[in-house]
């Protein structure tokens, strides 16, 4: 194959424009950022790859996918929420109907902070009662808020209808 000067000069452009437009590779030495930083990462619950990824908010490095979560069950996991408590990160995965715990500094699973729901509960979100281990989790298919003690791994919790069906006048809704 004889290629002339113009050709050559092109390939080398075109091979060029694609090395620059590749996307970088993604930090992998988080593991000495969150253990060295763990108070100034934010961390971002990543629904489609069912993970969670890491921001240093000072070089503005990402940390893709550095956690997977829904460790336990065959189902998809769902990842729906996330709360940080102390040293725990908490996550709840509405597909698995469970609540899983990460270490916040390693990201180390933590196989004793699972709490699991009910099938069919599908928790979609939950809110942390500030000062203490408990959380509001509620229900995307039963309409219940559940109370739960994330310093007690189990299933056994307190559930409480959060609403109450009205009928509406006819003239109510058009």
Same mark, same amino acid.
């Given at each position: 194959?004889?290629? #002339?000067?113009?050709?050559? @000069? %092109?390939? @080398?452009? %075109?091979?060029?424009?694609?090395?620059?437009? +590749?996307?970088?590779?993604?930090?992998?030495?988080?593991?000495?950022?969150?253990? !060295?930083? $763990? &108070?100034?990462? @934010?961390?971002?619950?990543?629904?489609?790859?069912?993970?969670?990824? !890491?921001?240093?908010?000072?070089?503005?490095?990402?940390?893709?996918? %550095?956690?997977?979560?829904?460790?336990?069950?065959?189902?998809?996991?769902?990842?729906?929420?996330?709360? @940080?408590?102390?040293?725990? %990160?908490? /996550?709840? =995965?509405?597909?698995?109907?469970?609540? &899983?715990?990460?270490?916040?500094?390693?990201?180390?699973? =933590?196989?004793?902070?699972?709490?699991?729901?009910?099938?069919?509960? #599908?928790?979609?979100?939950?809110?942390?009662? $500030?000062?203490?281990?408990?959380?509001?989790?509620?229900?995307? *298919?039963?309409? *219940? /808020?559940?109370? /739960?003690?994330?310093?007690? $791994?189990?299933?056994?919790?307190?559930?409480?209808? +959060?609403?109450?069906?009205?009928? =509406? $006048?006819?003239?109510?809704?058009?």
């Amino acid at each position: 194959m004889n290629m #002339n000067k113009s050709q050559i @000069i %092109i390939s @080398i452009i %075109i091979v060029v424009i694609l090395i620059l437009s +590749c996307e970088p590779e993604p930090a992998t030495d988080y593991q000495a950022f969150m253990q !060295a930083n $763990p &108070e100034k990462a @934010i961390l971002v619950l990543n629904g489609s790859s069912e993970s969670i990824s !890491a921001l240093d908010p000072e070089t503005g490095t990402i940390y893709k996918d %550095i956690q997977l979560v829904g460790h336990s069950g065959t189902n998809r996991a769902i990842p729906a929420d996330m709360i @940080i408590q102390g040293t725990q %990160i908490n /996550v709840i =995965l509405s597909g698995q109907n469970s609540i &899983e715990s990460y270490d916040s500094s390693s990201l180390d699973y =933590l196989v004793d902070g699972e709490h699991y729901f009910k099938n069919g509960y #599908n928790p979609i979100s939950f809110i942390r009662i $500030p000062g203490s281990s408990w959380v509001f989790a509620a229900g995307f *298919e039963t309409d *219940e /808020v559940q109370l /739960v003690n994330l310093s007690t $791994p189990g299933t056994d919790y307190s559930f409480v209808k +959060c609403f109450n069906e009205v009928s =509406l $006048p006819a003239d109510s809704h058009s």
